[in-house]
């Protein structure tokens, strides 16, 4: 008996490893764009960015505040992320999307028409290790050009 437990526990211990390493991130708080850190080049970028995340489950809510040339504009996303189709609306018009995970990344789709143009935009959101930084690529199509723009965000503290 002791030797059949002897060869069971790496088993078990394995299969808590990749149970571990699996889980989703939690992306609820606060978080502030690190501008010396972002790109959002062909795009003028904001001079600050804040991001509040509640994440409960797969209920995600995204209200994005940004000050820059044009003004403060703040946004409000709803998503889950088990894949299913959502609505949101951003500056009065309708954009479709989904988000879903691969592995810890989470990924979110969606495509709007602006001035009777097709925008479709993949972000990709790691969490680092600690879980105190946020990375997005956005890799942004239009029919014009593709290109990518990386935000990077701080958790804040409560103080």
């Given amino acids: 008996?002791?030797?059949a437990a002897i060869r069971i526990?790496?088993?078990?211990?394995?299969?808590?490893?990749?149970?571990a390493a699996s889980t989703e991130p939690n992306f609820t708080g606060e978080w502030k764009m690190d501008p010396s850190r972002?790109?959002?080049?062909?795009?003028?970028?904001?001079?600050?960015?804040?991001?509040?995340?509640?994440?409960q489950g797969?209920?995600?809510?995204?209200?994005?505040?940004?000050?820059?040339?044009?003004?403060?504009?703040?946004?409000?996303?709803?998503y889950t992320t088990d894949g299913k189709p959502c609505k949101n609306i951003i500056r009065g018009e309708g954009v479709s999307g989904s988000a879903h995970w691969s592995g810890a990344q989470l990924i979110i789709e969606s495509a709007r028409e602006v001035q009777g143009m097709h925008i479709g935009q993949r972000e990709t959101w790691t969490l680092?290790?600690?879980?105190?930084?946020?990375?997005?690529?956005?890799?942004?199509?239009?029919p014009q050009a593709a290109f990518d723009?990386?935000?990077v965000l701080e958790k804040q503290h409560a103080t």
């Fill in 128 to 142: 680092s290790g600690d879980g105190q930084t946020l990375t997005i690529i956005n890799h942004v199509q239009t």
């Fill in 38 to 55: 972002s790109s959002f080049s062909p795009l003028p970028a904001p001079d600050s960015m804040v991001r509040r995340i509640t994440h």
């Fill in 58 to 78: 797969s209920h995600l809510k995204i209200v994005t505040t940004q000050w820059g040339q044009q003004r403060e504009i703040t946004t409000e996303l709803s």
């Fill in 149 to 151: 723009i990386t935000i």
């Fill in 1 to 3: 008996m002791p030797c």
């Fill in 9 to 19: 526990a790496p088993l078990i211990l394995l299969l808590a490893m990749l149970s």
